[in-house]
């Protein structure tokens, strides 16, 4: 297993993600603890030393679940990972109760990774308001107390509300977890997410790395290009590999099912191949064009905004609009346009059809901007 220091702690490059764990039956809270218990076991055996939890999954049995499995093993000998659910009003202002409800469903007296789960547009003020809510700076209190030993925060919200985030508490915080692949680089804006965050001195922690099975399973024509690169590697281990090359990355967490993925997981992270450049462009190269297929060609050229009535960042729209047609991303999307001023969402196009005049990729924007209104606001 390839290892990774951060602050003084060795962790496992891979980590187990609890989300999609074993069930017995289409039942999310049917968890199958037979053998939960052997993939932790072949886990731990194997050199993986860090498994992520949450509140939510599982319909809020993963936890209660994962403790018990972890019981019989040393409390040092592995990190446990969980997060305060913010991403609902319906937990707003709770963390005390929701922390000590965590504890007791874990079985054990203190969290080694606890994160600030989902800092998105749609509760960034939640988040930093200290008055009202105050659940972050409860958070920091059990920091100090020692009850968590790690804090740090998820996030799939855009960099201007990371930035905002990281402005007030990258002090406390030692790690970000992001949604990063080879598709997301660009399509996510990844790449700019990971040179945010090593700005601020955290640690990258990844989610996502195979797009939920999408990386997972390639069309042959891609497969064949890698092949003649790399022989006989699998679609997923190019997803693991690339993330090996980027060095801000610490912990990568997969979401395993089965005793087959976990052990090829653990098999690609026996040792560390970072591509070289001619395979990092390839897996660049048909991400674009898997994008391509799917979304519009936007270039970012910006000649469309002096031309547009209502001053809107069509560019903007565009992104979100190609992001959305990936239905694992429809829900952040919907968040991010929903949060911006009125005069700023799409529902304000009046379909002059200026910018069209000028488009060099002849993109339908106004039929663009009726669609994600339609499926945004």
Known sequence: MVYKNLNGVSLSALGMGCMRLPQKSENGADIDEVALAEMVELAMSRGVNYFDTAWVYHQGKSEEFMGRALAKYPRESFYIATKFPGFSPDFWGNAPKIFAA????????????????????????????????????????????????????????????????????????????????????????????????????????????????????????????????????SAPEWAFRFLQSIPEVVVTLSGM????????NITTFDDEKALTEQEWDALLEIADDMIAKKTLPCTNCRYCTPYCAQELNIPQMIKFYNAQM????????????????????????????????????????????????????
């Open 326 to 377: 990936y239905p694992e991303n429809a829900g952040e999307v919907r968040a991010q346009v929903r949060a911006l001023p009125d005069e700023q969402k799409p529902t304000a196009c009046i379909a002059c059809r200026a910018c069209e005049d000028v488009c060099p990729q002849n993109i339908k924007i106004s039929e663009m901007m009726a669609e994600l209104a339609k499926r945004t606001c």
């Open 102 to 233: 965590q504890l007791e469903r874990l079985g054990m007296d203190y969290i080694d990774y606890y994160l600030v789960h989902s800092v998105t547009e749609s509760n960034i003020e939640q988040y930093l308001d200290t008055e009202k809510y105050g659940d972050v700076e409860y958070l920091i209190s059990e920091k100090k107390a020692g009850r968590i030993k790690h804090l740090g925060f998820s996030t799939h919200g855009t960099l201007a509300t990371m930035k905002r985030f990281l402005d007030k508490y990258a002090s406390e915080m030692e790690f970000c977890q992001i949604q990063l692949n080879y598709l997301d680089y660009k399509l996510q804006n990844a790449k700019e997410k990971v040179e945010l965050i090593r700005s601020y001195g955290l640690g990258v922690w990844v989610m996502e790395p195979v797009r939920g099975g999408r990386l997972a399973n390639l069309e042959p024509e891609y497969m064949a290009k890698l092949e003649a690169l790399r022989p006989g590697v």
């Open 257 to 264: 099912s089965n005793m087959e993925q976990l052990e090829q």
